[in-house]
Every structure is written in structure tokens, then in C-alpha cells.
């Protein structure tokens, strides 16, 4: 497979120890991880179509990323900032999104089935068109968010102030 820039590179365990830069790898030689330094310093990324399937990003400053539909089913984004990034079309499934920040974030299309978003703030965020079936949702903030066509079922877990 060849890379292109923005590629991020896997350990075998999937964790993020690197972005290619073309010529060159951005990365954090002391923990051989990327540090919230540089992911912060990039701001837009963009991944390969392989995508990041089970990758663990927890905690990541992913705000305003472009991740448009990339494959993140099972990955790690507990605690991760999302605010403004583009998930549009985005594989989530069985994703863990607890107390991720997705303010603002676009999620319209996103396939968001069996994910965590527990205590995660979504406020203002699109999900138009999403499918929640079997989310859990319960403590995340929905404040703003626009659910306009998005799919549930009676597996989701709604917040408790929240109706549907």
C-alpha cells in the first residue's frame, strides 16, 4: 500500500506512533507515541482508506480533524476533543466516545451503532441522517444537536432528560 501525507502510522497494538509527512515522519521518540503537541500542531488529518478500525486515540485533541467517512469502528476516542471535526459518514460502530467533546462536530451519516456516548457532549452537533441504534447515549449532552432522520432503535439508551 502506499502511503500519503497525513497517513498515520500503527503500532501493532494500533496505537498511533506517527503521521507521514511525505519525506518525513512526525513523531514522539521518547513514549513512541504522537503527543497532543504535534496532533495539535496538524489539525487537519487525514487518514488512509484503510482507516483506524480499533485504533486507540483516548484523549486525542482531534478538533476540527477532517475524518470524513473513515473507518473508526471499535476505536478508543474516550476523552477525545472532536469539537467542529468533520465525522461525516464516519464508521463509529461499537466506537467508545465516553465523555468526548463533539461540539459542533459533523456526524450526519455516521454509522454510530452499539457506540458509547456517554456523558459526551454533542451539543450543536449534525447528526442528520445518523444511525444510533443500540447507542448509549445516556448523560451526553444533545443540546443543539440536530437528530433530523437519524435511526434508532429500542436498544438505544437516550439521556434521561432527553425525548424522543
Same mark, same amino acid.
Given at each position: 500500500?502506499?502511503?500519503? #501525507?497525513?497517513?498515520?502510522?500503527?503500532?501493532?497494538?494500533?496505537?498511533?506512533?506517527?503521521?507521514?509527512?511525505?519525506?518525513?515522519?512526525?513523531? &514522539?521518540?521518547?513514549?513512541? #507515541?504522537?503527543?497532543?503537541?504535534?496532533?495539535?500542531?496538524?489539525?487537519?488529518?487525514?487518514?488512509?482508506?484503510?482507516?483506524?478500525?480499533?485504533?486507540?486515540?483516548?484523549?486525542?485533541?482531534?478538533?476540527?480533524?477532517?475524518?470524513?467517512?473513515?473507518?473508526?469502528?471499535?476505536?478508543?476516542?474516550?476523552?477525545?476533543?472532536?469539537?467542529?471535526? &468533520?465525522?461525516?459518514?464516519?464508521?463509529?460502530?461499537?466506537?467508545?466516545?465516553?465523555?468526548?467533546?463533539?461540539?459542533?462536530?459533523?456526524?450526519?451519516?455516521?454509522?454510530?451503532?452499539?457506540?458509547?456516548?456517554?456523558?459526551?457532549?454533542?451539543?450543536?452537533?449534525?447528526?442528520?441522517?445518523?444511525?444510533?441504534?443500540?447507542?448509549?447515549?445516556?448523560?451526553?449532552?444533545?443540546?443543539?444537536?440536530?437528530?433530523?432522520?437519524?435511526?434508532?432503535?429500542?436498544?438505544?439508551?437516550?439521556?434521561?432528560?432527553?425525548?424522543?
Amino acid at each position: 500500500m502506499k502511503r500519503k #501525507k497525513g497517513d498515520i502510522l500503527l503500532s501493532w497494538q494500533k496505537d498511533p506512533i506517527g503521521i507521514y509527512l511525505g519525506d518525513t515522519v512526525l513523531m &514522539n521518540t521518547i513514549t513512541g #507515541k504522537i503527543d497532543k503537541l504535534s496532533v495539535q500542531q496538524m489539525k487537519v488529518l487525514f487518514f488512509s482508506e484503510e482507516g483506524l478500525s480499533g485504533v486507540n486515540l483516548r484523549g486525542a485533541d482531534l478538533a476540527c480533524a477532517n475524518l470524513r467517512g473513515v473507518n473508526l469502528r471499535g476505536a478508543n476516542l474516550r476523552d477525545a476533543d472532536l469539537e467542529g471535526a &468533520n465525522l461525516r459518514g464516519a464508521n463509529l460502530r461499537d466506537a467508545d466516545l465516553e465523555g468526548a467533546d463533539l461540539r459542533g462536530a459533523d456526524l450526519s451519516g455516521a454509522n454510530l451503532r452499539h457506540s458509547i456516548l456517554y456523558d459526551a457532549d454533542l451539543t450543536g452537533a449534525d447528526l442528520r441522517g445518523a444511525d444510533l441504534s443500540g447507542a448509549n447515549l445516556r448523560g451526553a449532552n444533545l443540546s443543539g444537536a440536530n437528530l433530523e432522520g437519524a435511526d434508532h432503535d429500542e436498544n438505544t439508551v437516550w439521556p434521561f432528560s432527553y425525548c424522543h
